[in-house]
Every structure is written in structure tokens, then in C-alpha cells.
């Protein structure tokens, strides 16, 4: 929770979505639903993106809360 963030599109989005694979992965059975989403957070990482509080890692490209996560999805379907 980062309520002094909120609403200011800066809050880094994958450990959410890093969850929601475990929760796929753990409490439904779901592991290749899991995979596809731990590669696409991999892959996204690998190419450049970050949000703002990753940025000084090998940035390619910062992107705001929305904008990670709409990657981390069309990541997922590929």
C-alpha cells in the first residue's frame, strides 16, 4: 500500500501482478497461465521497461503504473 502515491500514476504495478501468478499458480493449478505471466514480467524487464522507481536500472523506457502493466499484458499474449 502507498497511499502518498496514490492516484499519481508512479506506483510500480508488478509485484501485484507477480501475485496474481502465484495466486494462479498455488491456488488454482493454473501454472501455465503463471508462466505466461512471470515470462512476459521477465521479458518486459529484459527489454528496458521500468517505472519511475526502477528507472536508474538500464531504463529503455519509464512508463507510469497503466502503461507497465497494458506492456506487461501484450507481453503475455505473445
Not at 508512479?10 to 502465484?22: F, K
Amino acid at each position: 500500500s502507498a497511499p502518498d502515491i496514490a492516484g499519481q500514476g508512479i506506483a510500480n504495478p508488478i509485484a501485484t501482478i507477480e501475485s496474481a501468478a502465484m495466486m494462479l499458480r498455488y491456488s488454482l493449478g493454473e501454472d501455465k497461465a503463471a508462466d505466461m505471466i512471470e515470462k512476459a514480467i521477465r521479458n518486459v524487464l529484459k527489454d528496458g521497461y521500468r517505472t519511475k522507481d526502477l528507472s536508474a536500472y538500464d531504463a529503455k523506457e519509464v512508463l507510469s503504473t497503466t502503461e507497465m502493466g497494458d506492456v506487461i499484458a501484450a507481453y503475455s499474449i505473445k
